[in-house]
């Protein structure tokens, strides 16, 4: 069975700073990866996935993730974050495209 | 091109009460997810409906159930409500079936049980 970890549940970061949020997963076979962020109030927006090819992923408002299989992680990075990345942010996991498994979240908060 | 939109957006029920919530999906999509969010148990996936049927189905108990309609609308109900129940319900919609295919959340309705 699949499952997802995500090692921080908070992360305070200043405005302009780097941010990674670290996700590992467990499971047997192959799978395919996702990071999505819920900003408050409202539902998930994917950020980007990763199905397969390229481990090193771009997604939308400047995030990227890396694949690394021999890990079992799927690291979300932004170079230089901006107030309005403040938000929750979910990494999710599924072997068989039936469903998705998230993890626990973890709450980005951006200060200036 | 609209959203997904997910009515009512808040509910107040009480225990052994049901309760049926609806999600709209964007148009021409023909997939809907139903997923539980509580800050115990997090992020939950209940059930997949595609073309009217239902593809996939979470581990929750028979209490909860849905259905999908021709138009892609789809509902949930909840009976015999418990206080557990009380969560954040997001529906989420996708032109095919599968998580493969970009999956496009509402904003939830918040349920409460009391």
């Known amino acids: 069975a699949q499952s997802v970890t995500q090692l921080d549940s908070q992360v305070p970061v200043f405005e302009e700073a780097p941010v990674e949020l670290r996700c590992n997963y467990s499971?047997?076979?192959?799978?395919?990866l996702f990071w999505y962020v819920q900003y408050p109030n409202q539902g998930l927006q994917l950020l980007l996935k990763?199905?397969?090819?390229?481990?090193l992923v771009k997604g939308i408002n400047g995030f990227e993730a890396e694949f690394n299989k021999s890990q079992t992680s799927f690291h979300l990075r932004k170079p230089s974050v901006h107030i309005s990345d403040t938000a929750e942010y979910f990494c999710?996991?599924?072997?068989?495209?039936?469903?998705?498994?998230f993890g626990a979240g973890t709450t980005v908060t951006v200060r200036a | 091109k609209a959203g997904v939109t997910q009515t009512p957006r808040y509910l107040i029920k009480t225990r052994g009460q049901q309760v049926t919530l609806s999600c709209s999906p964007i148009?021409?999509?023909?997939?809907v997810s139903w997923y539980q969010q509580t800050p115990g148990q997090g992020l939950q996936f209940l059930f997949e409906?595609?073309?009217?049927?239902?593809?996939n189905k979470g581990n929750f108990p028979g209490r909860f159930s849905g259905r999908q309609f021709s138009n892609s609308r789809s509902e949930m109900n909840v009976s015999t409500l418990e206080l557990g129940d009380s969560a954040l319900y997001l529906c989420?919609?996708?032109?095919?079936?599968?998580?493969?295919?970009?999956?496009?959340f509402g904003p939830g309705t918040r349920l409460t049980v009391l």
């Open positions: 989420a919609s996708s032109l095919a079936a599968g998580v493969l295919n970009e999956q496009f």
């Open positions: 148009s021409g999509h023909r997939s």
């Open positions: 499971s047997s076979v192959s799978v395919y």
């Open positions: 990763y199905l397969s090819g390229s481990t």
């Open positions: 409906y595609f073309s009217e049927t239902q593809r």
């Open positions: 999710a996991v599924s072997e068989d495209d039936y469903k998705l498994s």
